[in-house]
């Protein structure tokens, strides 16, 4: 029985994810025709942080040149995913999180691996109980595991491969972008253009606000230069530039 429920909650996870695939597609257009205003057709080095299976990276292959993409995916399935999918030489593979600083956590994969997050979960909340029942039908067992996850920060990396500026950082992290913009410290400055997500419903427990990531980077030299409603979620998408790029 209990592999019967799993098969469901599988094919149905598979069913709404095409759903909203075929919303977030029209969405995604959006997206592309701000950063071509920004970039033109041509992107040198872009940062994917919270990479899932690569979807962001696809985008941005499609519709621009670029020179060099690092994905960042610590979900092994994720990662072995992503590592059989891209073979091009400009795109290197991390199997780790970003973060503020280096040091190892709890990750908790989700059914729906790209809700996959550091943060504790509200499972009292609406919005919990809604996805809980569109996604899993209903059951509360087995949501997620958990594993123990290594992170560096956005610094040392930028050290280690001795990188002069990253044009785009895009993070999709469920709830630890702030922590990921927070941990490049005075390497900030040689970003040109951040692409975040923020969730403004109680699921996910955060520890900051969105004003917190609004006013660090204001006092990084940034600007606010876009707003995107995701659809059916209670998230936004921001694009935030680097006022000596603009």
């Given amino acids: ?15 709404v994810s095409l759903i909203l695939g075929i919303f977030d597609r029209i969405y995604q257009k959006k997206i592309i025709k701000i950063l071509k205003k920004i ?19 696809n985008l941005m292959l499609r519709n621009f040149v670029i020179n060099k993409i690092h994905l960042f995916e610590p979900n092994p399935e994720n990662f072995y995913f992503i590592k059989n999918k891209f073979k091009q030489e400009k795109i290197i593979l991390d199997n ?7 040091e190892e956590k709890k990750f908790k994969i989700m059914r ?16 919990f109980k809604r996805k809980n029942l569109i996604l899993n039908l209903g059951m509360n067992s087995e949501i997620f595991k958990e594993i123990s996850i290594k992170i560096i920060n956005g610094a040392k ?21 702030y922590y990921v913009i927070k941990g490049f410290e005075g390497d900030i400055s040689k970003i040109k253009v951040i692409f975040f997500e923020h969730h403004y419903d109680q699921m996910i427990i955060k520890n900051y606000k969105f ?6 980077l204001r006092g990084k030299n940034f600007k606010q230069h876009s707003k995107f409603k995701m659809p059916f979620r209670k998230s936004f ?6 006022n000596n790029y603009l």
């Fill in 1 to 15: 029985m209990k592999n019967i429920i799993n098969l469901l909650i599988k094919i149905n996870i598979t069913l």
């Fill in 39 to 57: 970039f033109n057709n041509k992107i040198d080095i872009i940062f994917d942080v919270g990479a899932h299976r690569g979807e962001f990276t």
């Fill in 96 to 102: 780790y999180a970003l973060g503020e600083k280096k």
């Fill in 112 to 127: 729906e691996t790209s809700s996959s997050t550091f943060s504790e979960i509200n499972k009292n909340t609406k919005y």
């Fill in 157 to 177: 990396l930028i050290e280690r491969e001795k990188i002069n500026s990253i044009d785009l950082l895009k993070i999709d992290t469920e709830g630890h972008e």
């Fill in 211 to 216: 004003s917190d990531i609004h006013n660090y």
């Fill in 237 to 242: 998408e921001y694009i935030y530039v680097n």
